[in-house]
């Protein structure tokens, strides 16, 4: 019920956030006139233009040619740029992990099973949600801008002229990018987050690298990885998207081009948080403990 209550409360902010970002501007008395028919008006056209979006991006990416050299870029841009972000997000979440759950564990008797509760935690929820909020914000941003750029200057009519599919060339290398990326990154996060927990650990109370991690091991399996790794692949898929539609709608000029980066941080985030609600839920059905 509990778990209810969250999904419905999600979904109800997410419809805003959307709906809030397809309202058009319109004067205030106006408004006040047409704002809810004009609410559901764009939370449909929203909707609807992201279902058309997807099929023409799922028959655009499966028939070849295959654009393999633009893919590895977007790989690349992603990925690696990203990493000195998620490592730097995946250590301060270690660190505050040990920090504020050394003292509770110490009163109640089972400061030795800090080690298996750092480890889960970051393997299992935080390493993940992290990441992908990081990579949302820096990669959403930047993927809506750089497509938002391309449309209000019509270089994507111009590459549509030369015969080349931009929902090949542009849309679909930089989401198959994001699902592949994202695992990859939350890995080294997870790395990351361990290690600096062991540190945070260690100024109190001296233990070794080894024995931390074989204490926390022993609670942990591969079977608390693979979902997790699962969860970042559609992640990666709900950044990338959302990133791309945001960014390929834009229109108005520069002013355009900063509404659609604003807007597929803040959705692409919404939509993150609400999906994994879901996955977790799913996960807890398909993997039991």
Known sequence: MKLSSQIIAWIGATLFAVSA???????????????????????????GGIGEFCVRLVSAAARPPYEGRELLRQMDEIGSKSLPLVALAGAAIGVVLSLHTRDTLVQFGAESMLPALIIISIVKESGPIITALVVSGRVGAGIGAELGSMKVTEQIDAIEASAVNPYKFLVATRIVACMAMLPLLTIAADFCGILAGWAANTLVEPISLKLFLTQGLKQADFVDLLPAIIKTVVFGFIIGAIGCFQGMRAKGGTEGVGRASTSAVVLSSLFVILADV????????????
């Open 278 to 289: 879901v996955l977790v839920r799913l996960i807890i059905t398909f993997f039991p403990q």
């Open 21 to 47: 970002n397809a309202w058009p501007r319109l004067s205030p008395t106006k408004r006040e006139l047409e704002g809810p028919r004009d609410l559901l008006v764009g939370l449909l056209e929203w909707f």
